[in-house]
């Protein structure tokens, strides 16, 4: 029972006006540019494909996921350390890791709802409803929430060691991140991104919407590694930083910054 | 219940609490002590939040960070104010309930029961955010009460009522002392804590300084050489008069400020029972009257030999 008052407290947070207002914002961001785009009279010959994929890779991927991941793993405790509202939860009777975990599954549920619905609408506009098949849009949302857990659970960790982890989530996100797959040879492989690309590949449009692709900077040339590495890389990622963790939330001192200074 | 041995706690170069030892049973302990001296530390040690730099914290011979086993028996109300502001009281309460173990069948008469005891009873269905400070430490006392613990752990939990509050706060807390629970209580106001228990611990940049009876501590005010400024029509006249009091040390005039005059006694009580005949015998009649030694601040400064 205690759980389920975390995940619903948890939940009942990422549902405030602010958080929601943010997430929607996201959500329908890359529907309304694509809308942009296709409203646009200049463009004739549009590469329905190539279209959604530079949108979804540049903007779902790329900006939506990695961002929600940053603002909502990282939330999980700096919210609570910094509203310094842990001490209530931390001096009752539940392991802390089942409070890290159920507090991360409410921000994993928000982190795919919100990128799924991105990419349901940015399909919809795209294709419109009665091409919606022709899309990559099942593929993607299978792949979503890979990526959410893979980036939450990095993100995560780094929120239960550090004090300004929102910061250097962001830094990692779209320096590290946005950076890391351009190196040439085996560098990108350093990059959380290009084994979610790997596993849902984006490709770069060609024709009139490489114009597009050239305005978004996030798309890049596809990594040459296998899904089966990337099933692997992924996986043991997301365990090795969920465990790191749990660990360091479990016996680590929790202290609101003004309270250590 | 809670015993620390010769613990310590520093944050890097600053000291927390330093070689403390104590131990505290059944009842009321008040923690007694100015800001910053060392209270919600030695309350985090013992609520399991944070590790002793050396030495050793014990609550019912565990070792309490991070000790579900100790936080079973454990309530906690901490100094601050900040809350889950967008959650009713009565949801609070239920979170923290069964957080704290309370099985789903008695979860919900057990809150009632809790939100009615702390008064709060009217109030549960309101966002904590739009709570007066008064109501925000009712509510806090009903989450640290709520799962029914042996040891409660309260960190200034009278900042902020007023009378009434304090009045049924120390009702409350006296209630559950006289059911065995062992309670701690912290406090910078002396008088507060009087009204609460006799037994006291006084600590100080994180040292304990005494531990024991609310009246060895007002004896300890008392016994030290206390100050009483007074403004009066003509001072002089009244310092004459004065002067004839065995306990009455010396008289001293300040240029600057007409009318002012301060003395300096080992008896204030016997001065307080005096005073007011001699003035009225004297005639001469005084405009203010009042002792900067009379606070927890000056007992410290006696006891640490400033």
């Known amino acids: 029972m205690p759980d389920l008052y975390l995940l619903k407290s948890a939940l009942r947070d990422l549902v405030r006006v602010k958080k929601l207002s943010a997430a929607i914002i996201l959500a329908v961001l890359p529907a309304l540019i694509a809308l942009a785009w296709r409203l646009d009279g200049t463009r004739h010959d549009v590469d329905l494909h190539a279209a959604y994929d530079a949108l979804e890779g540049a903007l779902v991927y790329g900006f939506v996921l990695v961002l929600l991941s940053v603002v909502f793993a990282t939330g999980v405790v700096t919210q609570e350390v910094e509203g310094k509202t842990i001490s209530y939860l931390l001096t009752r009777p539940v392991p802390r890791w089942r409070i890290l975990l159920d507090k991360f599954a409410a921000a994993l549920i928000a982190i795919i709802l919100t990128t799924s619905v991105a990419s349901l609408l940015l399909a919809l506009v795209t294709y419109g409803p009665a091409d919606l098949g022709k899309s990559h849009l099942a593929r993607d949302l299978a792949i979503l929430p890979v990526g959410a857990l893979a980036y939450g659970s990095l993100f995560l960790w780094i929120a239960t060691f550090l004090n300004r982890p929102l910061l250097i989530g962001l830094l990692f996100a779209f320096g590290w991140e946005a950076w890391v797959p351009s190196l040439p040879g085996s560098f990108q492989k350093i990059s959380l991104m290009v084994y979610l690309r790997a596993l849902a590949p984006h490709p770069q449009p060609t024709g009139e919407s490489a114009d597009l692709n050239s305005f978004l900077a996030n798309t890049l040339a596809p990594a040459a590694i296998s899904h089966t590495l990337a099933h692997w890389v992924l996986t043991a990622i997301i365990l090795l930083a969920l465990g790191l963790a749990i660990v360091t939330f479990s016996h680590r001192e929790y202290l609101a910054r003004e309270d250590l200074d | ?306």
């Open chain 2, 1 to 306: 219940m809670i015993t620390l041995d010769h613990a310590s706690r520093w944050y890097g170069q600053v000291i927390g609490i330093n070689d403390v030892t104590c131990q505290i049973t059944t009842g009321i302990t008040a923690l007694l002590g100015p800001n910053g001296a060392g209270k919600s530390t030695l309350m985090r040690l013992v609520t399991g939040q944070l590790r002793p730099t050396t030495g050793r914290v014990t609550v019912f011979d565990r070792k309490p960070f991070a000790n579900p086993a100790v936080f079973r028996k454990l309530g906690y109300c901490p100094e601050i104010e900040a809350s889950y502001d967008d959650m009713t009281g009565r949801e609070f309460v239920t979170m923290l309930a069964a957080l704290g173990g309370v099985g789903s069948n008695r979860l919900k008469d057990q809150v009632a029961e809790t939100l009615q005891q702390v008064g709060m009873a009217e109030n549960a269905e309101r966002k904590i955010g739009g709570y007066s400070k008064g109501m925000r430490q009712r509510i806090k006392l009903a989450q640290c009460i709520v799962h029914d613990p042996d040891v409660l752990i309260l960190d200034e939990p009278l900042n902020g009522l007023d009378p009434v509050g304090r009045r049924d706060m120390a009702a409350i807390l006296t209630r559950l002392a006289a059911s065995g629970k062992c309670i701690l209580v912290s406090s910078h106001i002396l008088y507060e804590v009087e009204a609460l228990t006799h037994n006291i611990l006084l600590i100080h940049r994180g040292r304990l300084l005494a531990q024991g009876n609310v009246h060895q501590i007002r004896s300890l005010i008392d016994a030290h050489p206390h100050r009483i400024s007074i403004t009066a029509e003509d001072p002089r006249r009244l310092a004459h008069h004065l002067l004839d009091l065995p306990y009455v040390l010396s008289v001293r005039f300040d240029a600057a400020r007409a009318g002012w005059l301060e003395i300096e006694t080992r008896s204030p009580e016997a001065f307080y029972g005096h005073f007011p005949d001699l003035v009225a015998a004297a005639n001469c009649p005084i405009s203010s009257f009042e002792s900067p030694d009379n606070n927890l601040e000056a007992v410290f400064r006696y006891l640490v030999g400033e």
